[in-house]
């Protein structure tokens, strides 16, 4: 076994979502770093799994790191797990992988599972462009501040959060960003009880007050980016703009009107755009 620290996804709730290799891996290394030990021994009998557990998380103390840096420093392979999915991705491990880069120890990636690119792959958001912004703040005036400050954000933006918050979330949200923006409840993703609701945010709010079910388990919500400011062009070119519309497509109307007036073409369109045509 390589001398590396292994950074390994295990599944966010359907054990069948394990990757082969990431089981060759955690056999084989000399110690498992897992965010709860009690939590990750199921998924160590699932697999046949009997490499020694150490927890560690961001309140582990200084023993637990030192346990793993005389694995590395003897040549030996560790690897870090949190209870689910991809670890760091608001999980523990931070502090261990800064300490692995600052002394040079190789660490490698074992992909597998993650709770926020599942649920953006089936959101039917646009996802050439996204925002992670993991859990909101616990404090109701400093989550809706922080909701107030993304309300013109243009990417689709991604929160985990809470059972027990999500309404007052979804609250904060139809305040924030409007109620007709659209909002994705991705919940209990690959489980049994899996849950997929797209609808405007006071529907979706609604739905959830009505059905206390889908305030159970984990949970991610998906964000609809909002739809670009129109530009002011001023009356002349928005007038012009207008007319070549009527006729042209909006990119050749765009195009003419901005050899005619020397504006941004780009802005043109976008303006067309945000007007409907």
Known sequence: ME?????????????????????????????IAAEDTRHSANLMREFNIDTQLLAYHDHSGKGALDRIATVMESGGAVALISDAGTPLISDPGYRLLQ???????????VPGASA??????????ATDRFRFEGFLSARAAARQRQLESLATESATMIFYEAPH????????????????RLVVLARELTKTFETILRLPVAEL?????????????????????????PVELGAEVERLLVLLADELPPRKAAAIAS???????????NWLVARGD
């Open 3 to 31: 001398n590396a620290l292994y950074v390994v996804a295990t599944p966010i709730g359907n054990l069948g979502d394990m990757v082969p290799r990431a089981v060759e891996i955690l056999q084989s290394v000399q110690l």
């Open 99 to 109: 300490h692995a880069h600052s002394q040079g120890w190789k660490v490698v990636p």
């Open 116 to 125: 926020l690119i599942t649920a953006l792959s089936v959101a039917g958001l």
């Open 165 to 180: 918050r999500l309404i007052a979330t979804l609250e904060a949200m139809t305040e924030a960003f409007g109620e007709q």
């Open 205 to 229: 709010l609604a739905t959830v007050r009505a059905d206390s079910n889908q305030s159970r388990g984990e949970i991610v919500l998906l964000v609809d980016g909002a739809a670009p400011l």
């Open 259 to 269: 050899s005619y007036t020397g504006a941004n073409k780009k802005e043109l369109y």
